[in-house]
């Protein structure tokens, strides 16, 4: 009923720029809903790495960032279009990882909203920096 999806990964150099997309959709029955959307990010190839938060946007929409990516990558979010950009600039090696999207209802538990507790997940973008 809700579904998340990432875009936008690859390869570059070190000190290169990328773009990360990701758009909720939904069923018509949250077609109010709007999102809080985060980015994660995983190792590539370690499923045992736990995924690290790097930067979210809240109702309020206020933007947080890891200390690794704040200064570097900017997020971006349309609560309209349920989307959710992330700008990645002066990649380094260590941003290498599966990125992954995150969306937690705004207000679950209201009848336009899936119920409260619930996220959503998208199956990640790869991104690979080379030095």
């Known amino acids: 009923q809700v579904q998340v999806v990432e875009s936008g990964g690859g390869s570059v150099e070190a000190g290169g720029s990328l773009r990360l997309s990701c758009k909720v959709s939904v069923v018509s029955d949250y077609n109010y809903c709007t999102f809080d959307m985060s980015w994660y990010r995983q190792v590539l190839g370690d499923e045992r790495d736990e995924r690290e938060f790097?930067?979210?946007?809240?109702?309020?929409?206020?933007?947080s960032y890891s200390d690794s990516v704040r200064g570097r990558f900017t997020i971006s979010q349309d609560n309209a279009k349920s989307t959710s950009d992330l700008l990645m600039s002066n990649l380094k090696p260590e941003d290498t990882a599966m990125y992954y999207c995150k969306a937690i209802p705004r207000y679950g538990g209201a009848w336009y909203c899936p119920p409260r507790g619930s996220d959503y997940w998208g199956k990640g973008t790869p991104v690979t920096i080379s030095s």
């Open positions: 790097v930067s979210g946007t809240d109702k309020d929409d206020r933007k």
